[in-house]
């Protein structure tokens, strides 16, 4: 089977690597694209998800957006015909498209609630042969197939992912060392339309209140503010899941982040207004325990809880959250295999 995987995001290569590596494993060849994204090339290059088509840079507004899609739909549609592509594999729209003019399938990997992504569910969903999601989401979709697990899990279950402990020393750190690991967003997706996450002044409160307890490291979606120059992340890209685990805590406003800290056992608190209003991050919160959301409102209350965890004894608060997160894994699946084993059991392509 020829196999192309579109990424339109570094989360995307966690993704899927794992589903590109047991494809190509299986016998089946796998061809990728990717748009202009220096992060998501590199983690590319690094898991040998290599070569690529790359088509080009995205847009902020809406109709950049849309106009961007249209443009990708044209090269994609050539190279899926060019290359007999029987399946494609993706977490945005494009694919979705090239499918209704081809021979191609289409598979979507899709972990947000319909009301959150109104463009997706329209334009995207019912033209896809099969979205994958997990079941703690409901969709409109007739054609959802639903699993135990969350999209962090299909590449920091135990059976993909174990935390490799150089990049301590990379990071200039101990395991003796408590350090915590703070995400800031852009929030520019089409889906964070008129969204926030924490203001300059938040961020600073955080930080000022964190060192105090130990090392604070930033990583950020776009250019840190200069005052925060002096916590910038200093190991690369591929190494921050390794790195995430070693930490006593992560604190952000960032979607993906707050739910890889939650399933690797590490306390995650997020402030944005999509606290409380998905899915999966409201499932690890109130079932599991694992992370916390509150509103930019609602800052103080985050505050508060930040400085009674910080209160607590170190070795406590680390066991106390690995239990929960064996509970999750007791109960969930390694969702990469499911994948696999979906689509190579697919009727409609045999």
């Not at 109709?63 to 977490?91: C, E, P, W, Y």
């Not at 969903?125 to 989401?137: A, Q, R, S, Y």
């Not at 400085?307 to 070795?315: G, I, P, T, V, Y």
Request: glycine share 6%; aromatic share 8%.
């Amino acid at each position: 089977m020829n196999i192309l995987i579109d990424i339109g995001h570094p989360g995307h290569v966690h993704l899927l690597h794992g589903v590109a590596e047991e494809m190509k494993r299986h016998g089946h060849k796998v061809f990728y694209s990717v748009r202009d994204i220096p992060v998501a090339k590199r983690l590319m290059e690094h898991y040998g998800m290599t070569p690529w088509i790359d088509l080009g840079g995205k847009k902020d507004s809406l109709l950049g957006k849309a106009q961007t899609v249209m443009s990708q739909d044209m090269l994609l549609l050539h190279f899926v015909r060019r290359n007999h592509i029987d399946l494609g594999l993706s977490s945005g729209l494009v694919l979705s498209h090239v499918s209704r003019l081809t021979k191609m399938k289409s598979f979507m990997f899709d972990d947000d609630d319909d009301a959150a992504e109104p463009l997706i569910t329209k334009y995207g969903h019912p033209l896809t042969d099969i979205v994958f999601t997990p079941d703690c989401i409901h969709r409109k979709a007739k054609h959802a197939v639903y699993y135990a697990g969350t999209h962090e899990l299909a590449y920091l279950h135990p059976n993909r992912f174990s935390p490799d402990p150089s990049v301590l020393q990379h990071a200039g750190l101990t395991e003796c060392d408590r350090f915590f690991i703070m995400r800031f967003v852009a929030l520019k997706g089409h889906h964070d339309v008129g969204q926030t996450g924490l203001s300059l002044e938040q961020k600073k409160a955080l930080v000022d209140l964190l060192k105090a307890h130990g090392r604070v490291i930033i990583t950020s979606e776009r250019a840190v503010e200069p005052e925060f120059e002096p916590y910038r992340l200093p190991v690369p890209p591929e190494e921050i899941h390794s790195l995430m685990a070693y930490s006593s805590m992560f604190l952000g406003d960032s979607q993906t982040m707050t739910s890889e800290a939650a399933v690797l056992g590490v306390p995650a608190l997020k402030c944005n207004t999509f606290a409380g209003r998905l899915s999966v991050p409201n499932m690890l919160e109130q079932r599991y325990g694992l992370c916390y959301a509150y509103q930019p409102t609602q800052f103080d209350d985050m505050y508060r809880h930040i400085e009674q965890l910080l209160a607590l004894n170190r070795d406590d608060l680390k066991a106390e959250w690995q239990a929960k997160r064996q509970r999750l894994l007791n109960e969930m699946i390694d969702p990469t295999s499911f994948f696999v084993d979906y689509i190579e059991h697919y009727e409609s392509l045999s």
